[in-house]
């Protein structure tokens, strides 16, 4: 995979560069992938119900095989009562009726590997649903029982045991724990549960979970799986004593409270249980992975996560939550590239995913339109669509550039924005009712997509039931219209797609090109291709090189770079005479 870069047309000076890494000669398909995520509920609903399902994925699979992908993530299909999007699993080695069979699972896996795309699968080992049979068990049983072992069961506190055995908080809002009533009827113990009370947390230091989750991983490896993206994969294993924490509940730091402190996240024993799946993922063909979802900081401890023996990929949320704004970019792609380097892992890079506001709408927040806390309502200051629009498709083509992993979430190639006016009434995220509505929640990025603009709703099926509300914007922006139009948002990212992989960027090397590094435009070089991406309020003038992608398809091309542009430009070609 290692590049024969073109030699420059004209030559670049030594002092014209700051080098950061070489290209990468491995041929490991997983340290230049594109990772595209499905969110099953809202991608394509097959059978009317308005619940997008696998028969539907399987059915669009042509579509995602134009884009160009080397996998798609598959956030939950399983049992569950969908008290947490389905991140809340009743049963880890079946699929919800919801979402089909286990023979629709089949069908999927296979025409994905016909089309050269691999199928990743969501694991949630930190939690399950109340209604797992285990968890049900561990309720039927005393306390101190091998079943209730399975999970984290305490007395409270308190003369009586009225209080929480500790002062933890739910990630979504409220107390960690829940008092359960016991058998014979009287007021009992508490489970732990970093999320929502429907969703107790393992026990990871009883080796009956860890045999457990074992068996769950060959079920889903027999079944020819491409890996697995491990969920909140930095919280399986507690300090030992559950001591109190006052920091924030997600153990990010705060203020007084550095995240490493977290005495429920980023405990040094996780890592052994992760080293066991690796050789667990070994024993099978296919290269399959795992990529973490682990909220660490900084992004040297996150490294600890993807050492050789370890993971192979973990989420970089430090590049997903960086701001609009040049310095911050070039300092996060820096020091990401040059710490995974150092333990020998591929960086990843992501904008969007079920859990966030999409790009589109997080670029078009002003300091004025900004909500704290997390989602958009209709009561609030709406995003600028136009800006966000503009910019999402320039971060996206930076993106699309660095080398790595990239990890797209499913619609953002038609430059989707978030449902930002939903009316509470649709709204399921658990946060929303365990605030009080003071947080809105996620609903907002996870609306039904639009296939076709004279379709019911909106093509994502025919009969126009859908379990949540598509917002009017999609209107204009439905793949039919996109895939006929060169200058779409979906076409973008097409050309972007097959120039990568042309260039080999995904495995490429990095070098700052000094003469914009200390102004609103962030510039590198990838194998003989030039990366401008403009993060000012003024037209920049371009290097005399060939333009090999632009951002802004509709601005007239006169050798400048709009605000909010990005260009990709030949290094191995001088722009021609028409572009003078
Ligand atoms: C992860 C998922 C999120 C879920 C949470 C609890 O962060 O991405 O959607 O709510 O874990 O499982
Ligand atoms: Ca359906």
């Known amino acids: 995979m290692t590049q024969t870069t073109a030699m420059p047309v004209i030559p670049l000076s030594p002092d014209q560069l700051i080098h950061v890494r070489d290209a990468n000669s491995s041929n490991e398909w997983w340290r230049s992938s594109v990772i595209y995520q499905v969110y099953p509920r809202s991608f394509r609903d097959s059978n009317g119900d308005g619940n997008g399902d696998l028969p539907g994925i399987t059915a669009e699979l042509g579509q995602l095989a134009e884009l160009d992908i080397d996998a798609i993530w598959l956030s939950p299909f399983y049992p569950s009562p969908q008290r947490d999007g389905g991140y809340d699993v009743s049963d880890y080695c079946a699929v919800d009726p919801l ?11 296979t025409k994905a590997r016909g089309l050269g795309i691999r199928i990743i699968i969501d694991l949630v080992p930190n939690h399950c649903s109340s209604e797992h049979a285990l968890f049900k068990a561990a309720l039927e049983a005393p306390a101190g029982s091998a079943e209730r072992n399975m999970f984290i069961f305490r007395d409270g506190s308190g003369p009586n045991g009225e209080f929480p055995p500790n002062n933890w908080q739910s990630h979504f809002g409220g107390s960690a724990w829940t008092r359960i009533t016991e058998p014979d009827g009287s007021a009992g113990q508490w489970y732990l549960h970093l999320f929502d009370s429907s969703q107790p ?41 559950l001591p109190d924490w006052g920091g924030r509940a997600d153990g990010c730091s705060s203020e007084g409270f550095p995240g490493w402190e977290a005495p429920m996240f980023g405990q040094p024993e996780i890592h052994d249980i ?56 070039r300092g996060v792609i820096d020091s990401s590239l040059r710490t995974f380097d150092t333990v020998g892992a591929p960086t990843t890079w992501v904008l969007s995913n079920h859990d966030v506001l999409r790009h589109a709408t997080r670029f078009g927040l002003t ?29 996206s083509m930076l993106m699309l550039a660095l080398p790595g992993g990239v990890y797209l979430y ?5 430059g989707l924005p978030d449902h930002t006016r939903m009316p509470s009434e649709y709204r399921q ?12 929640g996620r609903d907002g990025c996870r609306a039904p997509l639009p296939w076709r603009a004279d379709g019911a709703a909106l093509g994502f099926n025919d009969s126009g039931a859908a379990w949540l509300p598509q917002p009017e914007e999609f209107a204009g922006l439905s793949r039919d219209l996109q895939r006929a139009d060169d200058n779409s948002m979906l076409s973008l990212y097409r050309r972007a797609l097959d120039l990568r992989r042309a260039h080999h960027l995904g495995a490429g090397s990095m070098d ?14 990838n194998n003989g291709v030039l990366v401008l991406l403009n993060m000012g309020e003024a037209d920049i003038d371009l290097p005399p090189f060939a333009v090999l992608l632009s951002s802004d398809p509709d601005a007239p091309f006169l050798r400048k770079l709009a605000p909010a542009q990005c260009a990709w430009l030949d290094l191995g070609t001088v722009a021609g005479d028409d572009m003078a």
């Open 99 to 109: 979402f089909g069979s286990l023979d629709d699972f089949d069908a999927l896996v």
């Open 201 to 241: 947390d393992f026990n990871w230091d009883n080796p009956a979970v860890r045999a457990e989750f074992e068996r769950v991983l060959h079920f889903w490896l027999q079944r020819g799986v491409g890996g697995f993206r491990v969920d909140v994969a930095h919280a399986l294993v507690k300090a030992p004593g």
């Open 274 to 329: 992760y080293r066991s799946w690796r050789g667990i993922l070994a024993q099978y063909d296919g290269e399959p992975i795992l990529c973490a979802e682990a909220s660490i900081d900084p992004l040297e401890r996150l490294t600890n996560w993807v050492r050789p023996d370890q993971m192979h990929q973990t989420f970089n949320f430090a590049y997903l939550s960086t701001a609009w704004n040049a310095w911050a970019l």
């Open 367 to 395: 300091a004025e339109t900004s909500r704290p806390g997390d989602g958009i309502g209709p009561e609030d200051a709406q995003p600028d669509l136009e800006l966000g629009r503009r910019r999402a498709g320039a971060a």
């Open 410 to 414: 499913q619609g953002e190639e038609l």
């Open 429 to 440: 995220d658990p946060s929303f009712a365990r605030t009080g509505g003071a947080r809105l």
């Open 512 to 525: 700052w090109y000094l003469p914009f590094q200390d102004s609103a435009c962030v510039a590198f070089i």
